[in-house]
């Protein structure tokens, strides 16, 4: 008998995430801070100018990546995503690949000091409170799941203080405005 669950993350889960990082919300919940946010990756169904699908891997800020930037405002959904967190006082780093794979990496914070068993025992700790954020994700009101109008103008106006000529996010904002309800 098989007994294992697959999950599956919504994309608008990792663009939460990215938002609350871009508005210095690091904060997610109770001892559960985002550090930092290095890589993500998305995927449209489309190719268009910008192209199918984009990375960034190695950020210093993934969420001032002007290919991102640019992505998302395209319209493109994130499909991967690492980032590094801090939960009840450890420090680690999880990958979400294709939106159902999870890794924790074993090369920073606690992870150099502790044995073989104690780092899978603070994974699956890890793992958890990812899990129990998720859900807590996925029951909020949509006002405060998706992004509004005024983030994705605050990203087109990142992209002009660099120097980028965004043209129309029209699409992107009524996609956001009929998940929110309005």
Known sequence: MNTSKSIEFDPDFILWILIQFRNRNYDLEQN???????????????????GKKISTTESENIAESV???????????????????????FSGSIKIEKLSVLSISHSIGIFKRVSSEEKL???????????????????????????DESEFLDLVADCKKLGL?????????DEYKRKRGE
């Open 32 to 50: 559960f801070r985002v550090d930092f946010f290095r890589d993500l990756s998305t995927s449209g169904e489309e190719r268009d100018l910008i």
């Open 67 to 89: 290919p991102i930037l640019l992505t998302i405002l395209s319209g493109k959904k994130p499909e991967s995503c690492k980032f590094a967190f801090t939960i009840d006082g």
């Open 121 to 147: 025992l603070i994974s699956i700790h890890f793992l958890n409170r990812l899990l129990i954020l998720y859900k807590k994700w996925l029951e909020m009101p949509t006002q405060e799941k998706y992004p």
């Open 165 to 173: 000529k965004i043209y129309t996010v029209n699409s992107i904002i």
